[in-house]
Protein backbone atom coordinates (compact mmCIF):
# COMPACT_ATOMS: atom_id res chain seq x y z
CA UNK A 1 0.00 0.00 0.00
CA UNK A 2 1.21 3.59 -1.15
CA UNK A 3 1.91 5.69 1.90
CA UNK A 4 -0.85 7.53 3.71
CA UNK A 5 -1.69 9.27 6.99
CA UNK A 6 -1.80 7.37 10.06
CA UNK A 7 -4.39 5.87 11.51
CA UNK A 8 -5.26 8.72 14.17
CA UNK A 9 -5.19 11.24 11.53
CA UNK A 10 -7.48 9.42 9.31
CA UNK A 11 -10.03 9.36 11.65
CA UNK A 12 -9.73 13.41 12.44
CA UNK A 13 -10.38 13.10 8.56
CA UNK A 14 -13.40 11.61 8.22
CA UNK A 15 -14.66 14.14 11.25
CA UNK A 16 -13.06 17.28 9.18
CA UNK A 17 -14.40 16.53 5.80
CA UNK A 18 -18.08 15.13 7.22
CA UNK A 19 -17.88 18.61 8.39
CA UNK A 20 -17.02 20.03 5.25
CA UNK A 21 -19.86 18.03 3.83
CA UNK A 22 -22.43 19.12 6.49
CA UNK A 23 -21.98 23.00 5.80
CA UNK A 24 -22.65 22.29 1.81
CA UNK A 25 -26.03 20.37 2.41
CA UNK A 26 -26.88 23.34 5.09
CA UNK A 27 -26.15 26.13 2.31
CA UNK A 28 -27.83 24.18 -0.50
CA UNK A 29 -30.54 26.37 -1.65
CA UNK A 30 -32.80 22.87 -1.16
CA UNK A 31 -32.20 19.26 -0.31
CA UNK A 32 -34.09 18.86 -3.80
CA UNK A 33 -30.89 20.68 -5.91
CA UNK A 34 -29.53 18.19 -8.71
CA UNK A 35 -26.48 16.65 -7.98
CA UNK A 36 -24.30 17.77 -11.65
CA UNK A 37 -21.86 15.68 -10.81
CA UNK A 38 -24.06 12.37 -9.90
CA UNK A 39 -26.94 12.90 -12.30
CA UNK A 40 -29.98 10.50 -11.07
CA UNK A 41 -29.52 12.22 -7.47
CA UNK A 42 -31.06 15.02 -5.67
CA UNK A 43 -28.97 16.65 -2.65
CA UNK A 44 -31.16 14.09 -0.34
CA UNK A 45 -29.89 11.34 -2.36
CA UNK A 46 -26.19 12.35 -1.87
CA UNK A 47 -26.61 12.76 2.01
CA UNK A 48 -28.90 9.09 2.14
CA UNK A 49 -25.74 7.13 0.35
CA UNK A 50 -23.31 8.92 2.58
CA UNK A 51 -24.69 8.48 5.39
CA UNK A 52 -26.19 5.00 5.22
CA UNK A 53 -22.35 3.93 3.66
CA UNK A 54 -21.13 5.41 6.97
CA UNK A 55 -23.70 3.00 9.32
CA UNK A 56 -23.28 0.23 7.10
CA UNK A 57 -19.10 0.47 6.91
CA UNK A 58 -19.59 0.66 10.88
CA UNK A 59 -21.18 -2.27 11.00
CA UNK A 60 -18.73 -4.32 9.17
CA UNK A 61 -15.84 -3.22 11.12
CA UNK A 62 -17.67 -4.37 14.32
CA UNK A 63 -18.43 -7.58 12.45
CA UNK A 64 -14.89 -8.60 12.44
CA UNK A 65 -13.44 -11.11 9.78
CA UNK A 66 -16.18 -12.18 7.58
CA UNK A 67 -17.16 -13.91 4.29
CA UNK A 68 -19.75 -10.84 3.46
CA UNK A 69 -20.87 -8.14 5.23
CA UNK A 70 -24.30 -7.42 6.95
CA UNK A 71 -26.94 -6.18 5.29
CA UNK A 72 -27.06 -2.63 4.68
CA UNK A 73 -29.68 -0.68 6.86
CA UNK A 74 -33.25 -0.39 4.83
CA UNK A 75 -34.53 2.73 6.91
CA UNK A 76 -34.97 6.28 5.10
CA UNK A 77 -33.61 8.96 6.73
CA UNK A 78 -35.38 12.10 7.55
CA UNK A 79 -37.13 14.41 4.95
CA UNK A 80 -36.32 17.55 6.74
CA UNK A 81 -33.29 19.40 6.72
CA UNK A 82 -31.94 19.78 10.57
CA UNK A 83 -33.24 16.38 11.11
CA UNK A 84 -31.29 14.75 8.42
CA UNK A 85 -27.95 16.74 9.18
CA UNK A 86 -28.61 15.25 12.64
CA UNK A 87 -29.10 11.83 11.55
CA UNK A 88 -25.34 12.21 9.21
CA UNK A 89 -24.10 13.46 12.14
CA UNK A 90 -25.20 9.75 13.68
CA UNK A 91 -23.93 8.20 11.26
CA UNK A 92 -20.80 10.16 11.07
CA UNK A 93 -20.39 9.74 14.69
CA UNK A 94 -20.89 5.36 14.82
CA UNK A 95 -18.26 4.66 11.96
CA UNK A 96 -16.03 7.11 13.92
CA UNK A 97 -16.45 5.32 17.80
CA UNK A 98 -16.89 2.02 16.11
CA UNK A 99 -12.85 2.96 14.57
CA UNK A 100 -11.62 3.98 17.24
CA UNK A 101 -12.83 0.75 19.85
CA UNK A 102 -11.29 -1.16 16.65
CA UNK A 103 -8.08 -0.37 16.36
CA UNK A 104 -6.13 0.10 12.57
CA UNK A 105 -5.53 -4.16 12.50
CA UNK A 106 -8.92 -5.13 13.06
CA UNK A 107 -9.90 -7.28 10.27
CA UNK A 108 -13.33 -7.48 8.48
CA UNK A 109 -14.71 -7.68 5.08
CA UNK A 110 -14.00 -5.62 1.99
CA UNK A 111 -14.51 -5.92 -1.43
CA UNK A 112 -10.86 -4.64 -2.34
CA UNK A 113 -9.25 -7.62 0.14
CA UNK A 114 -7.68 -8.95 -2.75
CA UNK A 115 -5.80 -6.04 -3.56
CA UNK A 116 -3.01 -4.23 -2.34
CA UNK A 117 -5.03 -2.08 0.26
CA UNK A 118 -5.24 -3.98 3.52
CA UNK A 119 -8.89 -5.69 4.56
CA UNK A 120 -8.93 -4.09 7.83
CA UNK A 121 -10.12 -0.88 9.86
CA UNK A 122 -7.25 1.00 8.69
CA UNK A 123 -8.09 0.51 4.98
CA UNK A 124 -11.85 1.13 5.84
CA UNK A 125 -10.60 4.65 7.59
CA UNK A 126 -8.62 5.51 4.48
CA UNK A 127 -11.50 4.61 1.98
CA UNK A 128 -14.22 6.59 4.10
CA UNK A 129 -12.35 10.01 4.48
CA UNK A 130 -11.55 9.75 0.14
CA UNK A 131 -15.65 8.88 -0.15
CA UNK A 132 -16.88 11.64 1.88
CA UNK A 133 -14.19 14.22 0.10
CA UNK A 134 -15.56 13.62 -3.14
CA UNK A 135 -19.02 13.36 -1.92
CA UNK A 136 -18.46 16.89 -0.52
CA UNK A 137 -17.25 18.01 -3.81
CA UNK A 138 -20.40 16.74 -4.92
CA UNK A 139 -22.36 18.80 -2.59
CA UNK A 140 -20.39 21.61 -3.35
CA UNK A 141 -21.58 21.39 -6.47
CA UNK A 142 -25.54 21.06 -5.65
CA UNK A 143 -24.60 24.40 -3.57
CA UNK A 144 -22.90 26.10 -6.23
CA UNK A 145 -19.82 26.76 -4.14
CA UNK A 146 -17.21 24.19 -4.90
CA UNK A 147 -13.94 24.87 -2.73
CA UNK A 148 -10.46 23.56 -3.18
CA UNK A 149 -9.60 20.36 -1.87
CA UNK A 150 -6.71 19.79 0.40
CA UNK A 151 -3.68 19.32 -1.71
CA UNK A 152 -2.72 16.51 0.86
CA UNK A 153 -5.62 14.43 1.06
CA UNK A 154 -6.78 14.97 -2.89
CA UNK A 155 -2.43 13.49 -2.94
CA UNK A 156 -3.78 10.72 -0.90
CA UNK A 157 -6.83 9.96 -2.30
CA UNK A 158 -4.81 9.34 -6.06
CA UNK A 159 -3.17 6.52 -4.16
CA UNK A 160 -5.98 5.35 -2.12
CA UNK A 161 -8.13 5.22 -5.16
CA UNK A 162 -5.43 3.19 -7.26
CA UNK A 163 -4.60 0.86 -3.87
CA UNK A 164 -8.38 -0.11 -4.03
CA UNK A 165 -10.53 0.52 -7.23
CA UNK A 166 -7.31 -0.39 -9.45
CA UNK A 167 -5.80 -3.34 -7.95
CA UNK A 168 -6.65 -6.71 -8.18
CA UNK A 169 -5.23 -9.97 -9.21
CA UNK A 170 -7.79 -10.42 -11.98
CA UNK A 171 -5.48 -10.79 -15.70
CA UNK A 172 -5.87 -7.39 -17.26
CA UNK A 173 -7.62 -8.86 -20.62
CA UNK A 174 -5.64 -6.44 -23.00
CA UNK A 175 -2.14 -6.09 -23.92
CA UNK A 176 0.35 -5.52 -21.33
CA UNK A 177 0.57 -2.06 -20.81
CA UNK A 178 1.10 0.78 -18.02
CA UNK A 179 0.07 4.15 -17.26
CA UNK A 180 1.96 6.85 -15.51
CA UNK A 181 -0.21 9.94 -13.10
CA UNK A 182 1.43 13.15 -12.42
CA UNK A 183 0.14 15.34 -10.02
CA UNK A 184 1.52 19.09 -10.83
CA UNK A 185 2.15 19.67 -6.87
CA UNK A 186 5.07 16.51 -7.50
CA UNK A 187 3.73 13.19 -6.51
CA UNK A 188 3.72 10.63 -9.31
CA UNK A 189 1.91 7.16 -9.54
CA UNK A 190 2.68 3.75 -11.61
CA UNK A 191 0.24 1.25 -13.02
CA UNK A 192 1.24 -1.69 -14.30
CA UNK A 193 -1.25 -3.66 -16.22
CA UNK A 194 -0.81 -7.04 -17.14
CA UNK A 195 -1.62 -10.92 -17.21
CA UNK A 196 -0.90 -10.77 -13.33
CA UNK A 197 -3.39 -8.08 -12.59
CA UNK A 198 -3.49 -3.95 -11.87
CA UNK A 199 -0.98 -3.15 -10.02
CA UNK A 200 -0.21 0.64 -8.64
CA UNK A 201 2.64 1.88 -6.97
CA UNK A 202 4.76 5.23 -6.80
CA UNK A 203 6.72 5.80 -9.68
CA UNK A 204 10.08 5.34 -10.23
CA UNK A 205 12.53 7.57 -10.98
CA UNK A 206 13.60 5.10 -13.80
CA UNK A 207 10.74 4.07 -15.14
CA UNK A 208 10.39 3.78 -19.00
CA UNK A 209 8.13 5.51 -21.40
CA UNK A 210 4.78 4.62 -20.11
CA UNK A 211 1.58 3.21 -22.85
CA UNK A 212 0.03 6.56 -21.08
CA UNK A 213 -0.02 9.09 -18.57
CA UNK A 214 -2.12 11.78 -17.36
CA UNK A 215 -0.84 15.14 -15.72
CA UNK A 216 -2.78 17.57 -13.55
CA UNK A 217 -3.44 19.06 -10.04
CA UNK A 218 -3.99 16.14 -7.44
CA UNK A 219 -7.91 17.38 -7.83
CA UNK A 220 -8.06 16.84 -11.15
CA UNK A 221 -6.68 13.84 -11.18
CA UNK A 222 -8.43 12.30 -8.17
CA UNK A 223 -11.51 13.41 -9.54
CA UNK A 224 -11.13 11.76 -12.53
CA UNK A 225 -10.35 8.53 -11.23
CA UNK A 226 -13.39 9.00 -9.80
CA UNK A 227 -15.51 9.92 -12.95
CA UNK A 228 -16.43 13.73 -12.21
CA UNK A 229 -13.63 14.64 -14.79
CA UNK A 230 -13.01 13.33 -18.44
CA UNK A 231 -9.74 12.80 -20.41
CA UNK A 232 -10.15 16.07 -21.71
CA UNK A 233 -9.78 18.10 -18.18
CA UNK A 234 -6.62 16.64 -18.25
CA UNK A 235 -3.32 17.05 -20.00
CA UNK A 236 -2.79 12.85 -21.51
CA UNK A 237 -0.53 11.83 -23.49
CA UNK A 238 0.38 8.54 -25.44
CA UNK A 239 -2.13 5.91 -26.18
CA UNK A 240 -5.93 7.52 -25.16
CA UNK A 241 -7.33 4.26 -25.80
CA UNK A 242 -5.38 2.33 -22.51
CA UNK A 243 -7.48 5.09 -20.46
CA UNK A 244 -10.82 3.93 -22.04
CA UNK A 245 -10.13 0.41 -21.69
CA UNK A 246 -9.45 1.10 -18.17
CA UNK A 247 -12.67 2.63 -17.44
CA UNK A 248 -14.68 0.27 -19.01
CA UNK A 249 -12.63 -2.39 -17.20
CA UNK A 250 -15.11 -4.67 -14.79
CA UNK A 251 -12.44 -7.44 -13.97
CA UNK A 252 -13.75 -10.86 -12.64
CA UNK A 253 -11.89 -12.21 -9.53
Known sequence: MTNSPDYSALLQLIDERSAAFRSAVAAAPSLDAPVPSCPEWRLFDLVQHLGTGQRW????????????????????APRELHALLAWYDDSRALLLRTLREAGPERECWTWWSAGVSP??????????????????????????????????????????????????????????????????????WLLTLDGTGAWPAPLPHDAPPPSASATGTAEQLLLFVWGRLTLNDLKVEGDRQVFERLIAWEPEE
Open 57 to 76: WAAIVAAGPAEAPPAKEAAE
Open 119 to 188: ANARGVARRRVHEVLVHTYDAQLAAGAVKPMPVDVALDGVAEFLDTCNSTPAAWPHEAATIHYHATEGRS
